[in-house]
């Protein structure tokens, strides 16, 4: 996390999120204890931004200033919300092309697939609230400015923001290996949200359930996955090629 994209000390932190900075995330001392952290603990849930608890040496890693127990992560993009984000893909000149990112936790895989949605066409991509990477550095840097191109919306939970789309006519296609049926046989030339999983544990169960359909790649090697990001671009790039 870069400077310019971090906001340390409690009351420093408080005073960003009541001005209505887009803070992304706050990291808190886990064993943090007193009467004005409790007041930035409940500010947080107040605005509904995610906090998470993390060692001193988290901290200390992040800035060796006087952090007084907390250090937030300052997004260098305003989100959007889903109705705004859906409305301007349905007002473009493509059929509404959009990416769904159930908690990719890792901030070079999320500016990796901020990049290559950019190169794609994507009209936007949506994240959940908790449990995504944050926007800082490190996504600006991988995703060599495309951040600043595509829209972003956080939503409290992904399997609402799937029944909206579905509402809206767009279908869902989730990246799984537990389907028999290849990317290669779904027509994706439709208003589609492409969806993909964690690095470690892919899409959540739940939200498979309401998946529309469900695609994998060939594998051919002995390692059987891929690289979240690199995943995300086969993905996208056959919803270009059959666009075409």
């Given amino acids: 996390m870069k400077n310019e994209h971090q ?97 990719i936790s890792d901030a070079r895989n999320f500016g990796a697939i901020i990049r290559t949605a950019e190169c794609t066409g994507v009209h936007g991509i949506i994240v959940p609230k908790n449990g995504s990477a944050p926007v800082n550095g490190d996504t600006v840097k991988t995703s060599a400015g495309a951040v600043f191109n595509v829209p972003i919306c956080k939503v409290e939970h992904i399997k609402d923001a799937l029944f909206y789309l579905q509402g809206c006519g767009i279908k869902s296609v989730a990246a799984t290996e537990k389907t028999d049926q290849s990317i290669y046989d779904i027509d994706l030339k439709e208003p589609v949200a492409i969806v993909m999983g964690s690095e470690d544990r892919g899409i959540n169960p739940s939200v498979l359930k309401i998946i529309d359909e469900k695609g994998k790649l060939p594998m051919f090697g002995n390692i059987g996955s891929l690289n979240v990001s690199v995943a995300c671009g086969a993905f996208l790039y056959e919803t270009v090629r059959q666009r075409a």
Avoid: C, W
């Fill in 7 to 103: 906001i340390f000390g409690i009351r420093a932190i408080m005073e960003a999120v009541q001005s209505g900075k887009p803070v992304d995330k706050v990291f808190i001392q886990k064993d943090a204890s007193g009467e004005l952290m409790k007041e930035l603990i409940k500010t947080l849930k107040r605005a509904n931004i995610n906090f998470t608890y993390v060692p001193t040496e988290k901290l200390h890693r992040l800035t060796n200033q006087n952090h007084q127990g907390a250090v937030a992560s300052i997004s260098p993009v305003e989100f959007v919300d889903i109705e705004f984000l859906v409305e301007q893909a349905q007002n473009s000149d493509r059929p509404p092309f959009l990416l769904i990112l159930d908690q």
